[in-house]
T-cell receptor, first 108, second 113 residues
């Protein structure tokens, strides 16, 4: 199974960009890289996914290294509502393997 | 609105008293899954279902049963709950597209005394 490594916690100020890193050196060539987040007292929610090129959606951007061994989730302007645990996940077909993720604190 | 619903949201019960946590999705997804979340252990998969009448064990299936008699529902059954099953439970429905986006329910907090 592919494994991921993320910092345990990060801190940001409101309205500043946040770059959340993830190392996934064992990911296979066909695995999508997924990011989910879990807000306090809620279930995880999908944020973004990518394979080889950088991706953008309304929630975030995903920058994937050329060798695919790492990726960075970018929140362009952090808000207090972005305070959550962020999970970088290389998925198996039917199962998401959640590690401990990165707890993001956003300061007002 | 696309959603996954779980009931009940909170439950306190006693050891040995059978209970069922229901899960329902309105997205016509074939794949569904149950997870439990415990402090320090993260989310762990209990069971998953690839279609009606097709289920399989996840990483921590002991003490749980599931059934999938219709596509939209995937109940989790605890025949004889024990205190070590006190946890936060999440049901998820899987899109089945190439990237398998998963939609999670709001969670069920179960306490077994």
């Amino acid at each position: 199974d592919a494994k991921t490594t993320q910092p345990n916690s990060m801190e940001s100020n409101e309205e500043e960009p946040v770059h959340l890193p993830c190392n996934h050196s064992t990911i296979s060539g066909t695995d999508y890289i997924h990011w989910y987040r879990q807000l306090p007292s809620q279930g995880p929610e999908y944020v973004i996914h990518g394979l080889t090129s950088n991706v953008n959606n309304r929630m975030a951007s995903l920058a994937i290294a050329e060798d695919r061994k790492s990726s960075t989730l970018i929140l362009h302007r952090a808000t207090l509502r972005d305070a959550a645990v962020y999970y970088c996940i290389p998925p198996m077909w039917e199962k998401l393997v959640f590690g401990k993720g990165t707890k993001l604190t956003v300061n007002p | 609105e696309a959603q996954v619903t779980q009931n009940p949201r909170y439950l306190i019960t006693v050891t040995g008293k059978k209970l069922t946590v229901t899960c329902s999705q309105n997205m016509n997804h074939e794949y569904m899954s149950w997870y439990r979340q415990d402090p320090g252990l993260g989310l762990r998969q209990i069971y998953y279902s690839m279609n009606v009448e097709v289920t399989d064990k996840g990483d921590v299936p002991e003490g749980y049963k599931v059934s999938r008699k219709e596509k939209r529902n995937f109940p989790l059954i605890l025949e004889s709950p024990s205190p070590n099953q006190t946890s936060l439970y999440f049901c998820a429905s899987i899109s089945g597209t190439a990237y398998n986006e998963q939609f999670f329910g709001p969670g069920t907090r179960l306490t077994v005394l």
